[in-house]
Every structure is written in C-alpha cells, then in structure tokens.
C-alpha cells in the first residue's frame, strides 16, 4: 500500500472528536474536491506488517484509516493484522467504493453535494455520516442511508473567517430545525495539532 503518513494525535472529528488515535493516511483519491484540506498524493510503499509495526508504537487503540480516499487500497489483511494486535479500525471515505467487511466503524463523508455523479455514494450502512456544510446544501438527501450512531454537519473551512462564521451559523440553524444532525467542528484546526 502508498502510505502518505502514519501519525498519533487525538480524533478531530465526529463521534470519537478527541480521542487519541492512530492515523494511517494512504495515498491518492479519486475526487478532486475544491476544499480539500490534505495533501494526500506522496507516499511511500508499505507492506501490511510495517504499517502494523508503526501503529503498535502507540497505546491508543482506535487506528484511522483515511486518505485520500482509503478505499482505494485498504484490505482485508491489513484491518485483519490490526485486529490481530487488539485495534478497532475505522475508515473515513467518501463513500464511492465498498470497504472490506471486516471494518468496526465507517464514516462516511460524502462529496456528491459538490462533485455530482462522480461523487455517487455507494455505501447504504455507516456508523455516521459526516456532511462538509457549505450553507446552501441540503443534507436531508442522506435520509436513506442507514446510520448507525450519528448524523453530523461540519461547516466547510473555505480559509476566510468572515465566510466561515457565515456557514457556521448557517449549519447550526439548520441543526436547530432537523435536530438529527449534530455539529462537528475540526477541533485539531481549533487546538492546531495534527
């Protein structure tokens, strides 16, 4: 597998927001999306065994998987070996292709808002569903997809603050009046930490 990085820091994001955890970035994605916060494309070869070798470095049990998009090269074997050294693997995808079975918890963040029919969701189960919220999607067309835990709304980062703060209250009005949705803010940009 194309590694970009394998790095320890806490969970920015969703469910488990600030929970130490292991992130196992692979390489490449195959969207191109216009907000996109992660230079995902280096990286270097590595086997099942030297990915595992790296994670087991850290106490925390709960390992990311995240790209890019993962999909693209996660296995079967390599969320077999973590589970092997007692660790709970969860992917983050966009949700364009299918995951291996053996996966604990699947977030799905879907691009279609923004890309259209490149962007199609193929997953229908997930634990939660993380939707990057400009203020003018509408988020209610995940209706249909089951979700295990959580529905989140996490306002888009656009790099201007004025805009952001805009989308921000914009995504917790829309909290207010379809209160299935929950807010996640990137707490790692908030404590700027990996």
């Known amino acids: 597998m194309k590694v970009n990085e394998i790095f320890y820091s806490l969970q ?4 488990y927001a600030g929970t130490a955890a292991v992130f196992v970035r692979l390489s490449g994605c195959n969207l191109r999306c216009p907000f996109c916060d992660t230079q995902h494309e280096s990286g270097t070869e590595m086997s099942d065994e030297e990915i595992v070798a790296e994670v087991v470095q850290y106490p925390a049990r ?6 890019g998009e993962p999909s693209l090269q996660l296995t079967k074997s390599l969320v077999d070996a973590l ?3 007692d660790r709970f693997v969860a992917v983050e995808t966009n949700g364009t292709r299918r995951l291996p079975s053996n996966v604990d918890w699947i977030t799905l963040s879907p691009k279609d808002l923004f890309l259209g029919r490149e962007a199609k969701v193929e997953l229908s189960i997930v634990d939660e569903i993380k939707v990057v919220y400009d203020g003018e999607t509408e988020p209610s067309m995940y209706a249909d997809i ?3 835990h959580a529905r989140f709304l996490q306002p888009c980062d656009t790099g201007d603050p004025v805009r952001n703060a805009e989308i921000t209250a914009k995504a917790i009005d829309y909290i ?6 929950k807010l996640s803010l990137q707490i790692h940009k908030i ?3 990996q």
């Open 146 to 148: 089951m979700c295990t």
């Open 83 to 85: 589970h092997d050294e």
């Open 176 to 181: 207010k009046g379809h209160p299935q949705w």
């Open 62 to 67: 709960l390992v990311v998987i995240t790209g």
């Open 12 to 15: 920015g994001e969703g469910y």
């Open 191 to 193: 404590l700027n930490i």
